[in-house]
């Protein structure tokens, strides 16, 4: 019989979403959640009719009913929080980004080696419905040969330079925003070589005392010679989801195309025998849900989707994907695009890991 697992939440603002779909799985059971912010446990414990509350991760850690813990820290704290987990025994599933710097990933590695436990990293856009159904078709090969990946993350996101850990040394638009669209390109394209990319500090960024660039495109090489194009703008205004999707990935192959993306459910394709126009599927019918909370800023389906697919994984004896090896190679792809920028050089990703000596 499949084995339900018993988790532990910390850091209680996003963790709302896997607090939700905890609740509403057959295969999880809510064991206790943690955050140093007494109100908000208290929120969440009537919001969800949950009787259970504690403001030491200490109690998790050391709470032998807990397999796994669930990370929605702010992004600094996630490798600490993450060693700890893992020194304590438990499986990690840590939101992203796994880090914000590659500087502890061989103590990462180390520690979980020791621990012999999964880390599962919180890639949710991979979970939407659009890009599931995008991923899918790419499986079953209606792509053809894979020419090249568009992925953009686009939003106005000045409201988040009102959290005081978007202040604090570690916070970049790169690592807290543009992962999502970084993580899409290297799932379909895992062997980028060479990496090229422009970063703008616009003045809207300059506004709030941050230096971290904003307007960021880049062009990464695979080793096989193909190319991706990745980009994000998070300080000026959009053009609202209605004309561009905040998230969008388009696959171009040789036999298809392929566009899917977040927050709206619709997915485009244009496979052989191909037409003029491409064809829109639409799961609309599933907003409620992806978007259980008020308006789209939280996404809980995608959280009930990670964790159904983390526990069949672990109970056919697997590892739940993306793992903390895949998590530190998208680093590795991060870290390299950051260089670029500020060298304006193509920068070698292997270049990256080596002087680390990081081997994954
Ligand atoms: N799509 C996604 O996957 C997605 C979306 C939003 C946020 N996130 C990530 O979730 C994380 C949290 O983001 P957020 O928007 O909820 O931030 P937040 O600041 O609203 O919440 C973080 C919470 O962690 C708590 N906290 C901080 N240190 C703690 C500690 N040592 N022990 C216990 N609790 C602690 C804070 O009190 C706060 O309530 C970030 O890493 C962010 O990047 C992911």
Request: aromatic fraction near 10%; proline fraction near 3%; glycine fraction near 8%.
């Amino acid at each position: 019989m499949s084995k339900v697992w018993t988790l532990g939440v910390l850091g209680l603002g996003e963790g709302r979403s896997i607090i939700s779909a905890a609740l509403q799985s057959e295969k999880w059971v809510l064991g206790n959640i943690c955050d140093l912010n007494e109100e908000l446990c208290k929120q969440r414990c009537t919001e969800f009719d949950f009787h259970r509350y504690t403001l030491k991760f200490e109690d998790l850690l050391t709470d032998p009913s807990i397999d796994v813990i669930g990370i929605y820290t702010p992004d600094q704290l996630h490798a600490k929080h993450i060693k700890q987990a893992l020194e304590a025994g438990k499986h990690v599933i840590c939101t992203k980004p796994l880090m914000v710097s590659l500087d502890q990933a061989n103590e990462l590695l180390e520690a979980q080696r020791k621990a012999g436990k999964s880390v599962f990293v919180g890639q949710s856009s991979r979970y939407f419905e659009p890009l599931m159904m995008q991923r899918k078709d790419f499986d079953e090969g209606l792509h053809g040969e894979l020419l090249t990946v568009d992925t953009h993350y686009i939003s106005d996101s000045r409201w988040f330079l009102k959290k005081g850990w978007s202040h604090q040394l570690g916070f970049s638009w790169l690592y807290n925003f543009m992962i999502h669209a970084v993580d899409l390109a290297v799932w379909y394209m895992p062997n980028i070589e060479e990496v090229y990319g422009v970063g703008v500090v616009s003045s809207n960024t300059k506004e709030y005392r941050l230096s971290a660039p904003d307007t960021l495109k880049f062009i990464l090489k695979s080793k096989e010679g193909k190319c991706v194009n990745v980009s994000g703008v998070y300080a000026a205004p959009t053009l609202g989801t209605a004309v561009q999707q905040q998230i969008s990935c388009t696959l171009t192959g040789t036999k298809g195309i392929s566009r899917a993306g977040y927050p709206k459910l619709t997915y485009y394709t244009n496979f052989e025998p191909v037409a003029k126009t491409a064809k829109l599927h639409t799961y609309e019918e599933k907003h409620g849900y992806y978007f259980r909370f008020e308006g789209e800023s939280h996404h809980a389906g995608e959280y009930q989707n990670y964790i159904e697919d983390f526990a069949d994984r672990l109970n056919a004896g697997h590892t739940p994907k993306p793992d903390l090896q895949e998590g530190i190679r998208t680093l590795a792809v991060m870290e390299a695009m950051e260089q670029s920028m500020r060298t304006g050089q193509v920068v070698k990703v292997a270049d990256v890991l080596n002087r680390r000596s990081i081997h994954v």
